[in-house]
């Protein structure tokens, strides 16, 4: 069993800059595919970027792509999003994943088996 843990967000103005952390309880979490999720109110926890096992491979939605970079330290177990140029519409709880069963990576919800309890990140003058 996988626990992820997620911290750093919090308020911020828009064009700033925030970086998330997963951290989580897997010794062996370098066998762990990783993904961030996001939703906001009303809406469907929608895919924001994966990380494959080494971190030599990423995916990022296209609303992200440019901003946001998601990089993972396999010593520390933790997986990280840095987030530049944040805008309102990135207003949302963000969500860590994982999933074990293999290295390709996944854009999918329903993808990943492990998920944290999600941190809020508010976008607002």
């Known amino acids: 069993q996988v626990q992820l843990v997620e911290s750093g967000g919090g308020l911020v103005r828009p064009g700033g800059s925030l970086r998330l952390s997963c951290a989580a309880s897997e010794r062996t979490l370098s066998r762990y595919v990783m993904g961030w999720f996001r939703q906001a109110p009303g809406k469907e926890r929608e895919f924001v970027a994966a990380?494959?096992?080494?971190?030599?491979?990423?995916d990022y939605a296209d609303s992200v792509k440019g901003r946001f970079t998601i990089s993972r330290d396999n010593v520390k177990n933790t997986v990280y999003l840095q987030m530049n140029s944040l805008k309102p519409e990135d207003t949302a709880l963000y969500y860590c994943a994982a999933d074990g069963s293999g290295s390709w990576l996944r854009t999918s919800r329903g993808e990943y088996g492990y998920w944290g309890q999600g941190t809020q990140v508010t976008v607002s003058s």
């Open positions: 990380i494959n096992w080494s971190g030599s491979r990423t």
